[in-house]
């Protein structure tokens, strides 16, 4: 047989494909070392006490834990009644307006051009869209100048 025709190692007909075990060798693996049991540490929170190793025929109860009470305040804090403060009432929002005007502007528009007239709409949107943006602009320097005190 030749090195072209010889079978990859591991194919079912390579007759390398296994190995044999020596004589005498365990096929079981050894077993892993087992931890002894561990005591767990005492929690902070309980009462420390000298650590005796536990008898087999006491079993081992921790103490309870009492939480420690709130100190009484000194004295009564009064804290002064301060009337509630109302916020002034507010109107709708500038942007809201706007954004408005321009959806009805947008409706007048369709309406009128099915009506039959002729509109520029690149020049009627720069137009809608200038005045929106100037009226968004002047309304919020007023709301501004309405909110200073």
Do not use: C, K, Y
């Not at 096929?27 to 309980?46: F, I, M, V």
């Not at 709409?121 to 709301?143: F, N």
Request: charged share 15%; aromatic share 2%; proline share 17%.
């Amino acid at each position: 047989m030749s090195d072209n025709q010889r079978p990859f190692p591991g194919a079912p007909d390579d007759p390398d494909r296994t190995e044999q075990l020596p004589a005498g060798a365990s096929q079981e693996t050894p077993a892993a070392p087992q931890d002894e049991p561990t005591r767990p540490e005492p929690l902070l929170t309980e009462p420390v006490a000298a650590v005796a190793a536990p008898s087999a025929t006491q079993p081992v109860t921790p103490a309870p834990v009492t939480p420690a009470p709130a100190p009484a305040p000194a004295h009564a804090t009064v804290l002064p009644t301060v009337p509630p403060v109302t916020e002034p009432r507010r109107g709708p929002r500038v942007g809201a307006v706007v954004w408005g005007l321009v959806v009805v502007v947008l409706g007048i528009g369709i309406l009128v051009s099915i009506a039959g007239f002729r509109i520029d709409t690149g020049l009627a949107a720069i137009l809608v869209l200038g005045a929106a943006g100037l009226a968004l602009v002047v309304g919020s320097l007023v709301t501004s100048l309405r909110r200073r005190p």
